[in-house]
């Protein structure tokens, strides 16, 4: 009955769950290969064996600590899939506590300080950490510290990060007995389908990126960032350009090193063209204004110049002087995936000729080996522009959430009935 409710892989951590005596059970590894939804039903089994061991220490309140990055992806992840996947809804009190079977549950936000406020002096049976690796060690630690409850265990799921991420080396790498860990690959999940498989590794950037999304590898960033630009295959001749139906600018403020203005034609069909750069050093802020107010007059008034926030004295000029400035979103590697994704998809060009440092900088711009998961600050300033113009749009007006679906209910029920759910 279980084959026709989960994978091999989702059995395997389940059989886990059952029969092993653990203290830390984490899946970690590659995205929509499962993890998520095997958690969401070991969450539902856990506070049912709380219920259980509240009622045999007498207490009328057990608490548990349901932890994400923010509360959008606490609900997207976990209530809402739990009302997708079990048609399981968990009612909110005036707290912002969601309870089930008696066990009031207490979220966690780990993207900041004052998202642990809520949890902060609290005795809890136990947690479950979704996206666990976004969690600083600090974050991580005052979770653990709370769950003190003779019999408390902790879930967690977690895409890869960089290998030495105190979530890699201190319990997925020890061999303590008390911790089980599970690795999931893309693979792993046969579920999707073969299509959406094979287009997601076609189109998922090569290296990095490739190796923790498709892989489940946690691997740091290696040589040079862009790995699949190519320009025989890239720039094009202007006169080969097709119609654009809008334009986006970047900008990168300088002064001892490059400042850099770049636009971008965008296509209906999601193709992005570089069309313009204006890469200086040594430029006082009328010079940036005044290259705007061409670049206005070229491609249109309303166009967008998603900017550094580093300078927010420099946008505060741009906005008194009628040019459409808006904050650059300031993620590095999530812009630097968006923008190798377009690479690798065949959707990024350049028009010959109408660049200043792109070339220079595209093949110098490299992954800093001393730092995880950042970039050497060295031929980046064009290459900052370009990514402010493609990742803020791109993030701010095409993103989409994942809800998870399911079209088995029937199935679905019996084995929930099966695990006494």
């Given at each position: 009955m279980l084959r026709n409710l989960l994978t091999e892989k989702q059995e395997q951590v389940l059989k886990s769950y059952v029969n092993d005596n653990w203290t830390y059970l984490i899946l970690s590894g590659a995205v929509r290969s499962g993890k998520t939804y095997i958690d969401n039903y070991l969450f539902l089994l856990e506070l049912k064996r709380i219920a259980k061991l509240a009622k045999e220490r007498k207490d009328p309140h057990p608490q548990y600590i349901l932890a994400g990055y923010s509360s959008n992806t606490i609900f997207t992840n976990v209530i809402n899939s739990l009302a997708s996947q079990f048609w399981i809804d968990?009612?909110?009190?005036?707290?912002?506590?969601?309870?089930?079977?008696?066990?009031?549950?207490?979220?966690?936000?780990?993207?900041?300080?004052?998202?642990?406020?809520?949890?902060?002096?609290?005795?809890?049976?136990?947690?479950?950490?979704?996206?666990?690796?976004?969690?600083?060690?600090?974050?991580?630690?005052?979770?653990?510290?709370?769950?003190?409850?003779?019999?408390?265990?902790?879930?967690?799921?977690?895409?890869?990060?960089?290998?030495?991420?105190?979530?890699?080396?201190?319990?997925?790498?020890?061999?303590?007995?008390?911790?089980?860990?599970f690795h999931f690959t893309i693979d792993d999940n046969p579920t999707l389908s073969k299509d959406y498989v094979k287009n997601l590794k076609r189109i998922t950037p090569s290296g990095m990126y490739y190796d923790r999304r498709i892989k489940g590898l946690w691997v740091n960033g290696e040589g040079v960032v862009y790995k699949d630009f190519d320009k025989r295959k890239m720039e094009i001749e202007p006169s080969k350009a097709p119609g654009f139906t809008r334009y986006v600018a970047g900008v990168d403020w300088g002064y001892q090193h490059y400042g850099s203005i770049v636009v971008f034609g965008v296509t209906d069909d999601g193709k992005w063209y570089l069309v313009d750069e204006r890469t200086k050093q040594y430029k006082e802020i009328r010079y940036w204004t005044n290259t705007a107010h061409q670049l206005q007059g070229k491609y249109g008034k309303d166009m967008p110049f998603f900017a550094d926030t580093a300078r927010p004295e420099?946008?505060?000029?741009?906005?008194?002087?009628?040019?459409?400035?808006?904050?650059?979103?300031?993620?590095?590697?999530?812009?630097?995936?968006?923008?190798?994704?377009?690479?690798?998809?065949?959707?990024?060009f350049i028009e010959k000729g109408k660049t200043e440092r792109f070339l220079k900088e595209i093949y110098n711009y490299v992954w800093d080996d001393k730092a995880s998961d950042a970039v050497v600050k060295k031929n980046d300033d064009c290459m900052d522009a370009c990514r402010y113009a493609i990742a803020s749009y791109i993030h701010l007006k095409e993103r989409k959430t994942y809800h998870p679906d399911s079209n088995n209910r029937e199935g679905i029920l019996r084995g929930m009935r099966e695990l006494g759910l």
């Open positions: 968990l009612p909110v009190d005036r707290h912002g506590h969601y309870s089930l079977f008696g066990v009031d549950i207490v979220p966690a936000y780990t993207g900041s300080a004052r998202g642990m406020n809520a949890i902060r002096g609290m005795t809890s049976y136990g947690a479950y950490i979704n996206e666990c690796s976004l969690a600083t060690h600090d974050v991580f630690q005052e979770i653990i510290d709370r769950c003190s409850v003779p019999g408390s265990r902790v879930i967690c799921d977690t895409n890869p990060d960089n290998p030495e991420h105190y979530l890699k080396v201190d319990y997925i790498d020890n061999p303590d007995p008390s911790i089980k860990s420099h946008i505060d000029h741009f906005k008194h002087h009628g040019i459409n400035v808006k904050y650059g979103w300031k993620s590095v590697v999530p812009g630097i995936e968006i923008v190798s994704s377009l690479m690798k998809q065949g959707r990024f």
